[in-house]
């Protein structure tokens, strides 16, 4: 069995993972497909990788998540999984995506950093 603030972790960055294949979803690509002449060209099927990875990391993201709280205090769980997940999407935005980091996003970042462990040290 996993450490539960490992499968928390893991929770976490199945959500950040989660979050940007939602962000490459694009349904109207997927509709204009012609399935008939796909099948024979995988190519074509590119746009349906961000709706395999929306389900696989969705589905992954909660059965992490289940398992840390089954020893994990749930308002703790749930608070540090999503702020881990805060965290992993500001850091893919500002060093991947190249969007700029303000001291306003720092500090506030940094308050619910401070909120989770605030909570963990108490539970």
Known sequence: MLNPWFSLF???FMEVCWTYSLKALSMQRIKEIAWAHSLGQPALL???LPLLAYVGFGLANVYFLSLAMKDIPTATAYSAWMALAVVGIKLVDTF????ALSWQSIFFTSLIIIGVLGLRRVE
């Open 10 to 12: 893991l929770a976490s």
């Open 46 to 48: 590119l746009p349906v």
């Open 96 to 99: 991947y995506l190249k969007q």
